[in-house]
């Protein structure tokens, strides 16, 4: 019965989505859902929200979405992104390679506010020829593919770790897929957009080149910090501010001004209450049911697994399935390997795309004023579509 009250949770949140309702009353409906349902005393659902500021893995998605805002209103008011967006035309002269470039990159930065500035600039590559639902699909969907398979994200870490796979054999494995995830949004969406910019032609791609590394030094020196310093995200995007204040010459006024612009109210509710949805199913423990129930489909092992790592991340996350059905899968089938590393780590991508409980998607609706119902609708056909492709090349990798 858990986990059929965890379907009718889900489902209440979908359906009022459905009704247009705003996404904080979609997700407050769910949480008033979870505590009937389960039954969860008031005092315990006290200590749960309390968790979304005590434990710092979820206080700083918080803090961390607010430094980004403030970093990306000082980018707007010396035009840094609209000018790198420049760079970037002027380098390739490609819209196309604009638009996946810039996500790629960003894409590295391992925190759900980059999408802010992924969204940036792949709006000004595709207005006009994409609609504001294709432009969310485009921005989260390629701004997420280095999670796929990048170790500067800690699920992909906590995978190898609990499989036993090394990164130098798990990462060569993900190529194939990090090309699929790319060509999904190509064939389905980019391609629309012209290849030539409104722009003319560049007359000194090195002197674009240099540029673009002047207008997005910012982002470059959070990526150093994060890898290289092995700092947080919450003080590399702080450490970066400071220096913005001084290089951009900010004054006190403009700083202090965008001390309350940067705070976007409606953004940080929502995330707030995400974070506080996933707590609460934590609390219930109606992940640990997952293997039980799926252990009587009648399907081969391996996809029994695939199948239980999707459901697992649409519930609670990428890390929590990580954490929950690597350990078993790989006791379960011990030859697994790596071919079982990879299944898994691209099913849980997949499902990350088209969970409820993704940040990042709460953030990318905010950003482009669609509804995320519509937003995920319109990612389950290309995650579907991924889905099929891991388990075809899992089992070409057991053959080969």
Known sequence: MEIVFL??????????????????????????????????????????????????SSLQV???????????????ARNQIGMAADDLNGLFYNRRITAMGS?????????????????????KASDGYLSKEEQAFVTT????????SLPTYSSILLLCSLSGVALRDFIPRMLPPFVVLLLIPYFLYIRR???????????????????LIKHLWSLLAI????????LDVVASVAIVIVLCIFVYRFSMKDVAHMVVTAFEKKLILNTFLVLVLKEFISYTGVLT???????????????AFALMAFLACVISGASGSVALVVPLAMAAMPQGGVALAVLLAGMVHGASQVSPTHVCLVVCSEYYKVQLGKLIRRTVPATLLFAVFMVLYYNLLVIL
Not at 103 to 115: D, H, K, Q, Y
Not at 141 to 148: C, G, I, K, M
């Open 141 to 148: 969907w390629v701004r997420h593919v280095p999670e796929s």
């Open 289 to 303: 049911l997952l293997p039980q129930a799926m252990s009587h489909l009648p399907i081969p092992t391996y996809l």
């Open 103 to 123: 996500a790629l990159f960003i894409g590295l930065l391992p925190s759900a506010a980059a999408m802010l500035l992924c969204a940036g600039i792949i709006q």
């Open 7 to 56: 379907a009718v949770v889900f489902g209440i949140i979908i359906l009022l989505l459905a009704l247009k309702r705003p996404l904080w009353q979609a997700i407050l409906g769910g949480l008033v859902v979870t505590l009937v349902l389960y039954r969860i005393p008031f005092s315990d659902a006290l200590v749960q929200v309390s968790k979304v500021f005590t434990n710092w």
């Open 193 to 211: 957009i012209p290849k030539k910019p409104d722009t003319l032609p560049s007359q000194n791609r090195r002197q674009d080149a240099v540029n």
């Open 223 to 230: 990526l150093v910090l994060i890898l290289v310093g092995k």
């Open 62 to 76: 918080l803090v961390s979405l607010y430094l980004i805002t403030y970093l990306q209103r000082m980018l707007e």
